[in-house]
């Protein structure tokens, strides 16, 4: 054995033995003042990771960096459904929220650096609302392949992932606040999970990856999981700004999702089969076949009542029975805006969009 292959040996036992040591400490001790590493990863982190982590912050890297002062009224909130992995990761029960309660929210603070930046200034193709038989969670907004795209506020890159049939190339980055932004149909990502990012760095590149007919970004602002109008506070069609400087929600925001998770049913009819049924209401015939314990080859008899979505899946999400940040009684803005148009998306099912 050549002294060469001794040394590497060696090298790679201390690094084994200091990998357990740290691992080890990291677990059983966090002493006064130091950040808990373990809220930047999801619930199903292992105890490899972990050391990893640990082994990293011996190494030197700065985990601060993942999270503001504890004082910042922009700090971001790790605690509620964090996950590296999954794009829905839950969402909390706006239902809990009372007639009076608001949830008050500041976007922008100009003492501390913190500024909102337009993901890109082009024009909106879709809006969020109702389209055809389906809700669309986001706002779409025209673009070339290969435009960069840009995080709207600071905060942490949560999850990057390629989802096949909605999304295509997306990242979820987590803001202050329970606040979350989607970025979708990505031609590229330029990020990385648990990555700090600021307002206005990029986030990818534009592209029509995904459920998509034509290149554009899918653009979602969810609060504690669940989206509500990006329109609400910013102006796509002007000024590519925010229309107010504080974010002020209430019940009203979310009232919609009332009807959207309630259980639909489709009546078949006399042609009909389950790829013209999928087609037409936006889903699969896959998906059509698990809902109603059917199979593909399993005949249609005209008159049959089929389940389009159900209500009792879509409530299984709800990992928080109250929001992190308490309600306060404050007046909400009388110039709510309502949109006129729309597609599919959201946490029920991992869509962005396939229309422009």
């Known amino acids: 054995m050549g002294l060469k292959t001794v040394r590497c040996m060696y090298r790679k036992a201390v690094v084994a033995l200091l990998l357990a040591l740290s691992a080890l400490a990291f677990a059983t001790s966090t002493p006064a003042g130091d950040v808990d590493f373990a ?76 500024f909102y930046v337009h993901p890109i200034k082009n024009y909106v193709t879709s809006r969020f609302g109702l389209r055809r038989y389906m809700w ?67 986030v990818g590149l534009g592209g029509n990856t995904g459920r998509s007919t034509g290149a554009h970004l899918h653009f979602e602002i969810r609060y504690c999981g669940e989206p509500f109008n990006p329109e609400y506070i910013i102006d796509f069609d002007n000024t590519y700004a925010l229309k107010r400087d504080t974010l002020m929600l209430t019940r009203d925001n979310f009232e919609y999702l009332t009807e959207v998770r309630k259980t639909v049913y489709y009546v078949v009819r006399r042609g009909d089969n389950l790829g013209s049924i999928a087609r037409r209401h936006g889903t699969t015939a896959v998906n059509l076949c698990r809902l109603n314990g059917i199979t593909t080859r399993t005949p249609l008899k005209v008159g049959r009542r089929l389940i389009i979505r159900s209500g009792k899946e879509a409530e299984k999400q709800v990992v928080s029975a109250s929001v992190p940040t308490p309600p306060m009684n404050a007046q909400a803005p009388a110039d709510t805006h309502a949109d006129d148009a729309a597609g599919i998306g959201g946490p029920e099912i991992d869509m962005g969009e396939d229309d422009e």
Request: glycine share 10%; aromatic share 8%; hydrophobic share 35%.
């Open 39 to 114: 809220l930047a990863f999801s619930d199903e982190t292992t105890a490899d990771s972990i050391a990893q982590a640990a082994l990293r912050e011996e190494e030197g890297e700065d985990f601060s960096s993942l999270f503001y002062d504890a004082d910042s009224i922009m700090q971001v909130d790790t605690l509620f459904a964090w996950s590296n992995d999954r794009i829905n990761s839950g969402r909390f029960d706006y239902r809990t929220l009372g007639p009076g309660d608001t949830i008050k929210i500041p976007l922008v603070d100009s003492a501390h650096g913190k």
């Open 136 to 202: 669309h969670y986001g706002i779409d907004v025209k673009l070339a392949t290969g435009d960069t795209l840009r995080s709207a506020l600071d905060g942490i890159v949560r999850v990057i992932q390629f989802d096949r049939r909605g999304y295509g190339n997306v990242a979820v980055v987590r803001h202050h606040n329970g606040l979350e932004t989607v970025y979708g149909h990505m031609s590229r990502v330029l990020v990385q999970p648990n990555q700090h990012i600021k307002a206005g760095e990029a």
